[in-house]
């Protein structure tokens, strides 16, 4: 049987980061090195590397994101970058959304475990939530999808000037590139490539970030409201 790996102890950086909330983030990695573990929702050869590349990478994404608004973390998984983020930051408010039960029963357990009143849990896809979901200012991601299809489930998710804020790793320029034409019909009017993280992860995390206009999902989520608004035709009746 191989020995479970130990969980280093939170670097410096951690502190100054998660501030009043150190001890609840010390609590999530712990959860994460234990029960995240044996549940199948973290590899057991992340756990040396769980602050640095998982809480800190996470948590510095709170440099983007600006104040008082409502996020969805898409695919949050065992609530990443969606759990940082609330460590660090109580003005937001949070929706998680993950579609394997496993997972949200673990995200659950976590908010109600460190208390985190300005965040909820969502069990499903984005893309079947649209319309039951309240649309949000910001949707976070990790991991989750290539930045094209990412986009046609994270957009449509959005208000009007939204952003949509992707942790991507150095693949980020050539995604981007690849996602121009599918961003544009989804109503892209800024993308950006943003390094956060200085003095605190290194390498930086890599931030893309898309910005919508009025009309967020574009021209075919217009087209699809459009056709859901529309009065049903009278029924024929036979003679
Ligand atoms: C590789 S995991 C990444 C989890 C987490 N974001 C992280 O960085 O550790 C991808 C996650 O996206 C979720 N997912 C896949 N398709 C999705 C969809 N259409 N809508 C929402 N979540 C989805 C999966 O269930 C899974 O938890």
């Keep these: 049987m191989t020995e479970a790996a130990e969980l280093p102890p939170a670097p410096e950086q951690a502190r100054e980061v998660f501030g009043d909330r150190f001890d609840d983030a010390v609590r ?6 234990d029960a995240g573990v044996q549940r199948g929702l973290i590899g057991p050869r992340e756990v040396p590397r769980l602050w640095e590349r998982h809480l800190l990478n996470c948590a510095v994404l709170s440099e983007v994101v600006p104040e008082g608004v409502t996020v969805c973390d898409v695919g949050s998984g065992a609530g990443l970058p969606g759990i940082p983020l609330a460590l660090v930051r109580g003005d937001l408010k949070i929706t998680l959304l993950e579609p394997l039960l496993r997972r949200t029963t673990f995200l659950t357990e976590v908010v109600e475990l460190l208390g985190l009143d300005h965040v909820t849990v969502v069990r499903g896809r984005a893309e079947e939530v649209l319309g039951k979901l309240q649309p949000v200012h910001v949707v976070t991601a990790r991991a989750v999808a290539p930045l094209d299809r990412l986009a046609t489930w994270g957009i449509p998710l959005l208000r009007p000037y939204g952003e949509m804020l992707a942790l991507k790793g150095d693949t980020a320029e050539e995604e981007l590139t690849a996602a121009a034409s599918a961003l544009n019909k989804l109503g892209a009017v800024e993308t950006d490539v943003l390094q956060v ?43």
């Design 28 to 33: 999530y990695a712990e959860l994460l090195a």
């Design 197 to 239: 993280g200085e003095g605190v992860v290194d390498p930086l995390s890599t931030v893309v970030q898309v910005k919508v206009g009025e009309s967020p999902g574009g021209v075919r989520f217009a087209a699809k409201r459009a056709k859901a608004a529309r009065p049903a035709r009278p029924s024929r009746r036979r003679r």
